[in-house]
């Protein structure tokens, strides 16, 4: 081969393994903080109601670096969980998914909170217009008597 | 024989139990206090068994009788003298025995207090507690008998759960039982007061320390739990809202709403129909955590058993609710008051909304436990409600709460004028704001962790003008200063106290704020030599040991910590019990003022070579434990006898 | 008709207590798998002494898999010997045992193997992956895989000797190329 055409192959691979180290996936250093944000969102399966991030088990350990393997190959959060929940259902995430019936838990509390200040808000409202009620106007005083009143008070001073 | 002997003690005090209760009861009705006078004897003699009872059954564990299978299934050889002696109450069996002692000694504190001073509704008091006992009393005899003999005798026993042993053990069940039982009072007497007719306020007030009391051990209880959480269970926190301590707090929640309440009624003579609902819904919800963690109807760390038990205490939970309720619905005319508030803006509607967030509190806390079981029954699919969702759905809850304790003592009653309001909450609102300005200057960029700060700030300077304010007026009449505080503390006693406790709740929130916002933690694996770093500590894994104990085998792992000089050596370790089929991870931590070190070993090589270790750096945490201690001389301070009549 | 709403208030009791009722009929521990009738995931491990092992080598044969550890106390205790006694009456029927043993340690589980004449094909899994692929949360775990590699059953607990007849005989029989 000629040196020319030595220099293009040579300069036709960098390209080529220029271009293929920018496309492919780099291993992601992956840091602790986000598997420990995946792991608190999933419950472990040996222990009871506490999550992947936190227990001390030897399963939440081993499912603890399944989600940092799976992170450092490139997979997102929600990547993560969804393989979970593929495996073990939705018992497998510590809050239920914001779908469907589980709304029901998630909205009650608020409505319950509403109910309870509008009642309160009515009982008040009530009370306080009872307490603001007509007042019948005081009796008017009769003459005869004020102008008694009036002898007395000045003779007692 | 020992066997015998305590099935028979139970079976008596049982009997005696169903003499009492029905005694009492027509003795109120048809008018013999000689029948009453019987039913209180009877009491006793209840008292006296069930204290027979726990002193045998303490007996066979410390003389290692394993022909008892109660002690053969929770102690061995090797368990430590104190363990053995704790380990009674340690399983299902003891504490039905230590929550019915309890109701026992409740009963009789309840008999010398109010014999005399409460004459209509004491008979039927003592019936409702008589007829409480003997409910768990049958479950003493029919589905936890602790007195059930193990045949063949083994030579040695089971041995304890090794979670257990620890001096949380000795305290935590008997606080958060003394708490428990001790709602049944009032309880008893809003059952009285509703049999009666004499639903006035008389029945409030002859209960009111029994709530504040009940409510305090409650709160010991919860505290002692999440201390025991924090420093065993090797997770490095302190609540994890399982079901069960979710089946704690809940009562806890209602039971502040009524500690706030019934000042109202005492003021005003209102709210009578939502004090006396309150005071039965806070002890069916006792009810139905015990329900909770006997029945395994929810899984739980805690879930002792399940079986016939979880039957028992379900039919008894209804027959209270709907006997209660009942009578509530029928006595509802006369219940109903004639409400009436001068102002919107005053402290009777501080308190109608401190109830509102803290009885919707008590409901997330209570949906969110049994949705699981909601999801299956409806859709057939199971879900989990933990931690995150706890969290997120609390916090706008807790944290309107906090801003309201400020508010609630010093607003004035009936009519906040104006001049109230900026007298004072001038201060408090400006050191407030300036707090959320400060912390953000500081670095703090989580909104959250500013609001919080900031209304802890603004409760601590409520608190603070209230009591200089007062102080100062003392010092205006010629009193020295020291005097001056003490007899402000001695005389509105129950005022302060109640301050007392809210800065000690205060003291709760900053920790668990401080634990949440700014806590770290990392795992790795590190070979002897080898260093980790976090938050400025280093980590330098020196090696592991092995120990043998007298009831187990230990590994322990070496880690010197430093921050520039050498701190301590900190030593998790893994216990190995041969009962257990995990082993049991021990946690060791260094703990300080504003941050505690806390380590967990995890997986380690034959050779000891090799280590994994969970390092965490919490930050903020002892601040939970203060304000602990400082909600107790609160509380103390408050049940304190009144020196005057407050007029 | 007014004086009749105060009696909501006991009955507001009743669904909740309802509720709680319904809980005695169902464990909490029960959790039915996602992965019923989908295609077991495929894994290689190394055998107790070495040897590769892997899930498509059983192509085409009815595969039980279950999982086990040596510290499982007394279930995997109770099964093993329910498993190996059927491994050897089936094998010649085109149905393998296969054994995943999870957190453990070598010698423990050579000495489980030991002790208990087990002598169908074991592996270790030592990272845990496998046990999470297929939603394991305690052990002992048996799934029953058909010739077509999808997976049919999973038995939580010990296997019995009844449990695990009548489930390979109705894979076995269903007609399907392998």
Known sequence: MSRARVRFAASLLLLGATVSALTAQPAKPVSEEIVHEVAAQLRCVVCQNLSVADSPSEMASQMRAIIRERLAAGESPADVQRYFVDRYGEWILLAPPRRGFNLLVWLLPFVAVGVGLAITAALVWRWTRRRRGVRPPPPAVDPAMSERIRREVQSGR | MTADLGFGMTLVALGLALYGGVASAVGARTGRPALVESAQHAALGVFALITACFALLAYAFLTFDFSVRYVATNTNLGTPFYYRITAVWGALEGSIILWSWMLGLYTLILIVRHRDSARELYPWALATMLGILAFFLVVMTVAAPPFQRQVPVPADGRGLNPLLEDTGMITHPVALYLGFTGFTVPFAFAMAALITGRIGDAWLVLTRRWTIVAWYFLSLGLLIGGWWSYHVLGWGGYWAWDPVENAAFMPWLTGTALLHSVMIQERRRMLRLWNISLVILTFGLTLFGTFLTRSGVIASVHAFTQGSIGILFLGFLALVLLTALGLVAWRWEALRSQGELDSVVSRESAFLLNNVLLIAAAFTVFFGTVFPLLSEAVRGVKVSVGAPFFNQVNVPLFLSLVFLMGVGPLIAWRRASLENLTRNFLWPVALGIAAAAAAFVLGVRSLLAAVTFAATVFVAATIAVDFVRATRARLRTGEALLPAMGGLLRRHNRRYGGFVVHLGILFIVLGVMGSHAWSVQTETTLKRGETAELAGYRFRFDGLTAVEESNHFKVVGAFTVSNGRVLDVLRPAKKFYPQEQAPIAYVDYRLGLTEDIYLVLGDFTRDGTQATIKLQVNRLVSWIWIGGVVLTLGALLAILPERHKIA | ?178
């Open chain 3, 1 to 178: 008709m007014k004086r009749l709403w105060r009696w909501l208030i006991p009955l507001a009791a009743l669904p909740v207590l309802a509720l709680l009722a319904y809980g005695f009929r169902v464990s909490p521990r029960d959790i039915p798998s996602p992965l019923l009738g989908r295609p077991a995931p495929g894994w290689a491990l190394t055998t107790l002494e070495g040897a590769p092992l892997s899930l498509g080598a059983h192509r085409g044969k009815v595969v039980v898999l279950n999982f086990w550890a040596s510290w499982c106390y007394p279930a995997c205790y109770e099964e093993a010997p329910v498993l190996e006694r059927n491994w050897r009456g089936y094998r010649d029927r085109g149905v393998v045992v296969v054994g995943v043993d999870i957190q453990d340690k070598q010698e423990a589980a050579e000495k489980f193997v030991r002790d208990l004449g087990l002598t169908f094909p074991i592996a270790r899994d030592l990272k845990g992956t496998v046990s999470v692929d297929y939603g394991v949360y305690g052990v002992p775990e048996t799934f029953f895989l058909d010739r077509q590699g999808r997976i049919r059953v999973k038995h939580v607990g010990a296997v019995t000797d009844d449990v695990f007849r009548a489930t390979v005989d109705r894979l076995l029989a269903e007609a399907g190329s392998p």
